[in-house]
């Protein structure tokens, strides 16, 4: 398995271009499985997950071409069952169960496992599902949905971490193709979800209220092909942004859209970080001083359960103690451990972290456990003295485009080492 080999200690300084959101890419390519006629997206990002949601998309009979960061997809004939291991290999396949329930009243798909970050169940896309008129079937570690008709529903997808991101963007999926008016209380306001609704706009259906708790969908008989710019990666460019002030360097991001980034920005700011906007880009650079902050991660527009693990490698660097709670999955704390192996001092107490800052990190052969998790080990690894390892580094190809040839554009000395 290949590794990242991080020599720290050089002030990240430069331009870097964000790519497009793996986690808008990803459901937006799902919902061309409405529709018989081709569909361009542009801006996808090439990632490992990208490349299997194509994988997926194939398996079910659509042809998808990728060129560069534009990827064509056709779905003429598809067919309505999930190959097994493929879709159980990544969570985020999860979002064909609603297209392909909305296009063929039908869908059998296996049930994606909890993962490293909490259980991850999906009770709330089932729910949304059921209220638009599916029969739900859970048999031999398959979800089987079917229905002889949709119909449009009131209904509220709020669960006890807060709104569902790939659940409301399923239930709109189903809905899209139901038969009258479908209202989803509590629904995601991630910017991802209004870029899926965005999409499917494009594509013919009419979807209102994105971005915020009330969606309201009214069905179509039928979507056409369209074409579609996903939206940059918000959370590439809280982590670069991160980083650029963990090395206290100075760092341009272009592409990145200041309005999906208030709430990092704001704790960036409380924490001595400089951000400002310069034309269409965005300035980051570390003021005089890192300072110790509180950090809750929340649904949209709250601070991002996706960039918890990066501002926490940050924080082990301000003097003074700091408190990150994680309200959104329950065990994302797995880059603790590893980042204690660089010198960070971190206590765990239920579903808070305690960061005692301030102590210089120094260089250790250390194992990324998840996609944000890598990230922030190897920001650890670019603040701390001497030479990093960061192991299992498939994880961070997951969900950062080129991550080690960017950082080298910025300056930062990072090898990838392959593996066996
Ligand atoms: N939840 C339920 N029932 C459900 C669905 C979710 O209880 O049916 C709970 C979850 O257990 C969690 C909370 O609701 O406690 C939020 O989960 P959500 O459904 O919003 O997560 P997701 O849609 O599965 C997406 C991203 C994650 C990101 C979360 C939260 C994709 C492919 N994944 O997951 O991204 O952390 O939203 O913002 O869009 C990542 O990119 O590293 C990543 C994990």
């Given amino acids: 398995m290949d590794s990242l080999l991080v020599k720290g200690g050089v002030p990240l300084h430069g331009d870097v271009t964000i790519s497009g959101a793996k986690n808008a890419a990803l459901p937006i390519m799902a919902a061309t499985l409405l529709t018989a006629e081709p569909c361009v ?41 999930g190959d097994y291991e493929l879709i159980r290999k990544m969570r985020g396949s999860i979002c064909i169960l609603g297209p392909l329930l909305g296009r063929l009243r039908k869908a059998i798909v296996s049930l994606p496992g909890g993962c490293v970050i909490g259980a991850r169940p999906i009770d709330l896309h089932l729910k949304g599902m059921a209220a638009l008129g599916a029969k739900i ?40 193709l139901a038969e009258g008016v479908t209202i989803i209380e509590s629904a995601a306001c991630e910017p991802e979800v209004t870029d899926l609704a965005n999409f499917l706009n494009a594509m013919g259906a009419k979807i209102s209220g994105m971005g915020g708790p009330t969606i309201t969908i009214t069905g179509v008989e039928s979507l056409h092909g369209a074409e579609h710019e996903v939206i940059p990666d918000r959370i590439e460019a809280a982590t670069f942004a991160i980083a650029a002030a963990a090395t206290n360097g100075e760092v341009t991001l272009h592409g990145a859209r200041m309005d999906h980034l208030h709430a990092v920005a704001d704790k960036l700011r409380e ?32 601070f991002p359960t996706d960039v ?11 003097p003074g103690i700091s408190i990150i709670t994680e309200r959104i ?28 800052g301030g102590k210089p990190l120094s260089g ?38 080129n991550i080690d040839g960017k950082l080298r554009k910025l300056g930062a000395r990072v090898e990838r080492v392959e593996g066996i």
């Fill in 41 to 81: 997206i542009r801006r996808v990002p090439n990632l490992s997950d990208i490349r299997f949601m194509g994988q997926i998309l194939t398996s079910l009979g659509a042809d998808v071409r990728f060129d560069g960061n534009t990827v064509t997809i056709q779905a003429a004939k598809i067919k309505g069952v």
């Fill in 137 to 176: 079937k859970i048999a031999e570690g398959y979800v089987h949905v079917n229905a002889r008709k949709l119909k449009g529903a009131d209904m509220f997808l709020g669960g006890r971490a807060g709104p569902t991101v790939l659940g409301t963007g399923n239930v709109i999926m189903a809905a899209v």
């Fill in 329 to 356: 999955f329950e065990s994302r704390f797995m880059h603790v451990s590893e980042l204690a192996r660089l010198g960070a001092d971190i206590a765990i107490e239920g579903p808070s972290a305690i960061i005692k």
């Fill in 308 to 318: 918890q693990a990066q501002i926490m490698a940050l924080l082990t660097l301000a």
């Fill in 271 to 302: 924490a001595g970080v400089v951000i400002e906007r310069r034309g269409s880009a965005i300035k980051v650079k570390r003021g005089s001083c890192l300072k110790p902050v509180d950090v809750t991660t929340m649904p949209y527009s709250g």
């Fill in 364 to 401: 250790a052969p250390i194992m990324a456990s998840d996609l944000r998790a890598s990230a922030a080990l190897v920001i650890a690894g670019l603040a701390a003295r001497g030479a990093t390892q960061v192991n299992r580094v498939y994880h961070i190809d997951r969900g950062y485009e």
